[in-house]
């Protein structure tokens, strides 16, 4: 066992876990934020995509004991205190860019972090940083738009008929 | 002017706060106190006979509660299956037996062979690891072809084959469809893989079993699409618990695309264990587990034949498929290539001869059921493709040719046993063209043409029927349930309703949805009213979500509850108004009577069911609930053109997709940004099939794409771009026999893109000189290389 300090959605923790905790079962099982979700065991799917420092990450791919120190961010951050959707939360449901919900976590925190590095990306830009997660619901059409709304691009309305 | 409320409005969705914040519950959310876990020891051998497991040393390892085998399954019932088919001789089909964990046999890899429950779920995977297996490997059988053969090693030893049942429709008209075909003056003939596929919702099953000594009461919490199903399989079939000791909850639940339908062997698991231990059991599914233990979709290898006259009619369609069960038969998975693939052949065409032969065969492989669109897409893809054969055989136009075949007087009454009610197949074409514009392909091909890539344009027209399904109906064919939806609808005292139905949201919005139905029929707000799912504690005895069924089934239950609601609230209001209630008048939330000033308010209607003082007590009971079951008199049929345009690298065989239009006839929408939602994830479905998904197994039944590193998902970047993709829904067609005049929009993308893809691919390698007939999916670089090659 080892422990660890890290701060995460702005509050600091201190536990102690396995070596070989993943940091997907310590944001569930520990620390019972259970807004990251685990949809495959290869890294692939991106549901369980959170900020690390900042910078997007796969929960899965890291070791809770690899945190240690880092300010970490989860879907549960992402709304202001009073409940209030941040941009891309709120672009989403405008836009209707999620449907049963188990990926959107990780699409939410992929896209915020896209737009902290890339403030107007392109279409194309969009669906190549997507290319890491998974989403079987939507065709990803409306998740695009959605993303090119909260960056503040015009887009065509839906439900148009 | 779009509305903005009630019947046609697109509200944002109210279940969107909870999933976009992290807060949603999921099964593999709920823990409960003094919860074990349980990992499945799976097996690695797709056929063997077991001669001995040892578990004792796994016992002694640390943390393992209890660890139980086929032998703990004796006297215990097995996995049932909901449909029986008859086959063409008057005989009903071969239905082996499906044991909670294997007994005797492994017959398919990732069939389960011992469970173990431990204090934690890595204890379990570490005491799997010391459980000592003698299991004898056997040949397996994986081709269906090679299953039917003469002496083929048998997947179950007490049954005479592997043939699960051959079934011939219409059988009557067997022979004058081959007279129709040997006479023809053209007969266009396709052999071709609908290949297996592998539903993949985000959200892989979980199961959590509790048990409470105490009442005698088990409770299931699973990743279902219908638990009031879940609860009368496993409990009358498998554990023998009566309905009212057993709830099964389904809260939200990450997708399911048809592969959460079915009764699952772990919910069974889970739920008998924690009765044995009088602990929960908790089990969570890897994808890696999910890709050798959730049913698999589509698996057919058909041929089919369509003859034509001199003039280009469609005189007769013969099919004959091949459809893998795999090693066990799932829940709906017989009724899959019969009664929602066979019925489906007449297609949007006046054809007046059909023949449908349908053998279905167990392999050594995971059992195959419905995937979304569930033989419907099976249909479509054989017919649309062959149409398109046969119109570059005769040289005709593709959409000539099926413009000149088209359905156009309703009701039709098709030689394969349905009545369609509605539709207009040209105006779909017609809207479909448009806004593809057609007249403008020549120069975007040309445009193509000088980058170097091939363009294709593909069409492709289909039905399908929706609205599962009238129950006498699919008694005589089979079922073994009732297919109707359910709903009560309690009205409070203060006017605010909860809704309880037996259908089940897991995506489709049906919280947002099913409240915009009932806020127009009384003229509240939709905030007033309250959904409420997947609980069968709470909720009335209902078959849950599949088919495209929700709204024209489960909402026509929710409609027929409100008219009981309405017409008890006029009596209550003529009593207070003290007027005729022939009289009394709803609209905008208010009563009034006829031809006078006088009103109340709905508020004011619903206290006084509630305190009675001034009720008329002697003709109607206090209160405000009422519930309605409604079974459908048939289907729905949704129907649909589609067209896409591709880019082909003659170079690498690679196909990218240009341009898209869906144009389809939903009848009445309650939802359009809801309806678009279902059609752009059913076509991404429908494209992943087409290009890139493929369920592979060797020839020992390995299965060689059990991970996302094998089995290509679609992603965002194999989808069209925004300005060259449009889903529309503006040709509508009412149904004519639900209250709501909806036919359901689920599965219509899954059916309606994959032919419509593949013929765009041929279309680009024909008109520049390829002479390929076929392709099979997924329509992969490689396949598209390798035909340009041989054509």
Known sequence: MVEVTMTVNGKSVTKSVKGNTLMTDFLREDLNLTGTHVGCDTSQCGACTIH???????????????????????????????????????????????????????????????????????????????????????????IVKAIMVASGQDVPSIAAE | MPKDHGIGASPKRR??????????????DINIQNQTYVHFLRSDQAHGKINNIDTSAAAAMPGVVRIFTGADFEGVGTIPCGWQITDRFGEVMKEPAHPVLAQGKVRHVG????????????????????????????????????????????????????????????????????????????????????????????????????FNRAKDESTLYTTSQNPHVIRLLMGAFV?????????????????????????????????????????????????????????????HVTKIELALDEDNNFVAVRTDTHANMGAYLSTFAPSVPTWLHGTLMAGNYKTPLVYVNVKAVFTNTVPVDAYRGAGRPEATFQLERVIDKAARELGVDPIALRRQNFITEFPYATPVAVEYDTGDYHAT?????????????????????????????????????????????????????????????????????????????????HETAFPQVIAEMIGIDESMIEIVHGDTANTPMGMGTYGSRSLAVGGSAMVRATEKIINKTKKIAAHLMEASEAD????????????????????????????????????????????????????????????????????????????????????????????????????????????????????????????????????????????????????????????????????????????????AVLDALNSAGYDVAHIDMPVSPHRVWQAMQNG
Request: net charge negative; proline share 4%.
């Open chain 2, 429 to 509: 074409m017609d809207k479909m063209l448009s806004l593809m514009d057609r007249d403008g392909f020549a120069a975007r091909r040309d445009a193509s043409k000088a980058k170097g890539k091939l363009r294709g344009f593909g069409v492709n027209c289909f039905i399908e029927a929706c609205g599962i399904a009238p129950s006498n109906l699919v008694g005589q064919l089979g079922a073994r349930a009732g297919l109707y939806e359910s709903a009560t609808v309690r009205v409070n005292a203060t006017g605010g309703l909860v809704v309880m139905t037996g259908s089940h949201s897991h995506g489709q919005g």
């Open chain 2, 239 to 299: 554990l023998g618990i009566p309905e009212h000791k057993l709830r099964v909850v389904a809260p939200d639940v990450g997708g399911g695309f048809g592969t959460k339908i079915f009764h699952y062997a772990e919910e069974a698991f889970c739920t008998f264990a924690a009765r044995q231990i009088n602990r929960p059991v908790k089990w969570t599914s890897t994808r890696s587990e999910a890709f050798m233990s959730d049913a698999h979709g589509r698996d």
């Open chain 2, 15 to 28: 279940e969107d706060i909870r999933f976009l914040t992290g807060t949603g519950q999921y099964t593999d």
């Open chain 2, 584 to 759: 009394i008048e709803l609209k905008d939330g208010q009563f009034s009577v006829a031809g006078t000033d006088k009103s109340v308010a709905w508020g004011d209607v619903t206290l006084a069911a509630y305190v009675p003082h001034n009720y008329p007590l002697e003709d109607i009971e206090p209160g405000l609930e009422e519930t309605a079951f409604y079974d459908p008199s048939n289907f729905t049929y949704p129907a649909g053109a589609y067209a896409c345009e591709v880019e082909v690298d003659p170079d690498t065989g690679e196909v990218t997709i240009e341009k898209f239009v869906s144009a389809d006839d939903f009848g009445n929408v309650v939802n359009p940004m809801i309806v678009e939602g279902q059609v752009q994830g059913g076509i991404a479905q429908g494209i992943g099939q087409a290009l890139l998904e493929n369920c592979v197994y060797d020839e020992n039944g390995q299965l060689l794409s059990a991970s996302y590193m094998d089995y290509a998902m679609p992603r965002a970047d194999n989808m069209p771009d925004m300005a060259n993709y449009v889903v529309d829904h503006s040709c509508q067609t009412p149904c004519t026999h639900n209250p709501l005049g909806v036919k359901g929009c689920g599965e219509a993308g899954a059916i309606g893109s994959p032919p419509t893809v593949v013929n």
């Open chain 1, 52 to 142: 690390v420092n900042g910078a997007q990450v796969k929960a899965c791919t890291m070791f809770a004991a690899e945190a240690n120190g880092a300010e970490v961010a989860t879907i549960e951050s992402q709304a202001a205190e009073d409940g209030t959707l941040n941009t891309v939360q709120q672009a989403f449901q405008d836009y209707h860019g999620l449907q049963c919900g188990f990926c959107t976590p990780g699409m939410v925190m992929a896209a915020t972090a896209l737009l902290a590095i890339n403030s107007k990306p392109s279409e194309a830009e969009i669906r190549k940083h997507l290319e890491g997660n998974i989403c079987r619901c939507t065709g990803y059409h409306n």
């Open chain 2, 111 to 210: 069939d389960p062979i011992a469970a173990i429950v431990a204090e934690s779920l890595e204890e379990a995977r570490n005491a799997a690891e010391a459980i000592e297996l003698d299991i004898t490997e056997l040949p397996a059988v994986v081709d269906m072809k090679d299953a039917l053969s003469e002496g083929a090693t048998k997947v179950h030893d007490d049954l005479s084959d592997n043939l699960c049942y051959d079934w011939g429709f219409v059988e009557e008209n067997r022979e004058a469809v081959d007279e129709a075909i040997k006479n023809a003056a053209h007969v266009t003939t396709l052999e071709l893989v609908n290949q297996r596929m592998v539903a993949n919702p985000m959200e892989p099953r979980v199961a959590v079993g509790d």
